[in-house]
Every structure is written in structure tokens, then in C-alpha cells.
């Protein structure tokens, strides 16, 4: 079989792969997020964790967790520095002591509200279409996850 050559129209670009766009993406808003997050002291993770415990408060970590994305060996961490930085309080469950529940204090409360004004909508540019991709990303990221449960995922880059 000849070896493609980077002309051939039979070979995938990257640029063409839908991973590679929602990675890139990602990385894009990572780099445009770093100015607002060094002013706050916060790191991506940390600052999605307030944003989730502003939502509901005195969270299970396991249960903030999920809504992150994020294992428990990777949150814990980010969750001791919050800690010491006084944004939030962990104490276990009372009613399950094997459970730590987490919440914000008055301190991550007013970061929350002062990093409020600090979002990048009007920076995606992409005006009133700005919803409709955000539910067309939570869909395909939710298509996915199902498609990893279930017998894994079959050369999805052949398809994009």
C-alpha cells in the first residue's frame, strides 16, 4: 500500500477534526480567561468549582465531582487550596461521615459576585447563536459520554 502524501484528499486534516477544534477551542478560552483568573488568584478549575458552589451550596465532593468533570484525586487538591485560601469550608457529613461536603464561605461568596462581570460571552463573538452552541456542545459532550459507556467509541475521527 504507497505511503499518503500530505496532498492526498483521501488523508483527514486536522483541521478538519471536531476534537481537535473543541480542543483548540478550549485552549483558546484557557488563554483568554488567564488575565481575569490571575487578577482573581484562581486557577480554571478553581474558579468553575466557586462558580458550581455558588449554585448549591454544601455539595458532597463526590457530587461536585461529577458536575465538574473532574475525579475525586484531581478536585481534592484544588479544594484544599480553596480552603486555605478561605474561599471555602469542608467538614464531613454528619449524617455520612464517609462523605465531605463542601461550601462556600462569605469570602468565595464575594469572589463569586466580584468575578460576575467577568465572563467571556461577548468575546466568542458569536452574538445571539452564542445558546445555540452552547447546547450543541452540552449535547455532543453528553452524546459522547454515552458512546464511552457504552461499548466504547468506535473510530469517531474517521467520521469528522
Do not use: H, W
Not at 455532543?140 to 461499548?151: C, E, F, T, W, Y
Amino acid at each position: 500500500m504507497p505511503t499518503p502524501t500530505p496532498n492526498d484528499p483521501n488523508v483527514p486534516k486536522l483541521a478538519n477534526f471536531l476534537c481537535f477544534a473543541i480542543y483548540s477551542a478550549n485552549l483558546a478560552y484557557g488563554r483568554a480567561y488567564k488575565p481575569i483568573l490571575d487578577e482573581l488568584g484562581l486557577t480554571y478549575t478553581q474558579y468553575i468549582a466557586i462558580i458550581a458552589l455558588s449554585e448549591e451550596d454544601n455539595q458532597s465532593v463526590g457530587g461536585l465531582g461529577e458536575k465538574l468533570f473532574l475525579e475525586s484525586n484531581t478536585l481534592t487538591p484544588i479544594l484544599k487550596k480553596l480552603e486555605a485560601l478561605g474561599y471555602i469550608r469542608r467538614q464531613r457529613d454528619l449524617a455520612d461521615e464517609r462523605q465531605v461536603r463542601v461550601s462556600l464561605t462569605p469570602e468565595g461568596r464575594a469572589l463569586r459576585e466580584k468575578a460576575l462581570p467577568m465572563n467571556l460571552v461577548a468575546a466568542a463573538g458569536l452574538g445571539e447563536d452564542f445558546p445555540v452552541v452552547q447546547k450543541a456542545i452540552v449535547r455532543l459532550r453528553s452524546n459522547l459520554l454515552k458512546a464511552a459507556r457504552g461499548q466504547g467509541v468506535k473510530s469517531v475521527e474517521a467520521a469528522e
